[in-house]
């Protein structure tokens, strides 16, 4: 995880069934979509104005992000460089790969944030102590 930067992040254009008249959907499936399967999903909603959300680092877990409904931007950050990407379309995923501290922020009203990750939760994945997590990466 020390190795990893925030240019191994990149945000993925999910597949859009589109029709005028029924709506859209996006798909998410095992083997094809991500470089990971998918073991869990979680969502953040109800998020006040003004809130900042993550605020930790993973050792070992990929994640991804999808704005689902409205939008949020989260900052990535390496030890050495930050890269913030807002989310506001349910197509497009932010792959998060382990070892990079992230916030989440900005959210708009009615925003979801949907996480698929690629391991069941666990406390000990996490780093959540930002000097802990620097020097780790240093
Ligand atoms: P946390 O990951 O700290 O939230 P944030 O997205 O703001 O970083 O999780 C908040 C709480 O929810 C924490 O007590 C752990 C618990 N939790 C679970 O029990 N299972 C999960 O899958 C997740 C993501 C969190």
Same mark, same amino acid.
Request: hydrophobic fraction near 35%; aromatic fraction near 10%.
């Given at each position: ?11 993925? #254009? ?37 809130? #900042? ?23 990535? %950050? ?43 939760? %666990?406390?000990? %994945? ?13």
């Amino acid at each position: 995880m020390n190795k990893s930067s925030v240019y191994d992040c990149s945000v993925i #254009e999910l597949n859009c069934f589109s029709s005028d008249r029924r709506g859209n959907m996006s798909v998410v499936e095992n083997g094809k979509t991500l470089p990971f399967d998918v073991k869990r999903v979680y969502y953040l909603y109800d998020v006040p104005g003004g809130v #900042e959300r993550g605020g930790h680092a993973h050792r070992s877990l990929y994640q991804l992000i999808i704005a689902v409904s409205g939008s949020f931007s989260v900052t990535l %950050d390496d030890g050495h460089l930050k890269r913030t990407v807002l989310l506001n379309r349910p197509y497009k995923g932010l792959l998060i790969v382990p070892g990079l501290w992230r916030t989440i922020e900005d959210f708009s009203s009615g925003a979801v944030c949907m996480v698929l990750a690629s391991a069941e939760y %666990d406390e000990d %994945d996490y780093i959540r102590h930002y000097g802990s997590f620097l020097n780790l990466k240093n």
